[in-house]
């Protein structure tokens, strides 16, 4: 990000809840390095290679709808 308090608002909208698939995978891919984890209630995905893919299958599985994400 080249300026991230300007750019984390578009980043966290388009990695939860793009329109489209493709426009959340690359966002994924944008945003987040390929070591990426993911902390959540029901759900951990560790640091390690390539887990960014398992972070993205994810959000396109589950669709929002149950693993709910708080944005504020």
């Known amino acids: 990000m080249e300026d991230p308090i ?3 608002e578009t980043a ?3 990695c939860a809840g ?3 698939a ?3 995978i690359n966002a994924f891919e944008h945003y ?3 070591d990426a984890s993911f902390l ?3 759900c951990y995905v560790p640091p390690g290679p390539d887990s960014r893919k398992r972070v993205i299958g994810i959000f396109l599985y ?3 709808a149950y693993l709910p994400l ?3």
């Open 12 to 14: 966290i909208n388009l």
């Open 22 to 24: 493709d426009q959340q």
């Open 32 to 34: 987040f390095t390929t």
């Open 6 to 8: 300007r750019d984390i």
């Open 40 to 42: 959540h209630p029901m």
């Open 62 to 64: 589950n669709s929002h």
């Open 70 to 72: 708080q944005i504020l």
């Open 18 to 20: 793009a329109e489209s």
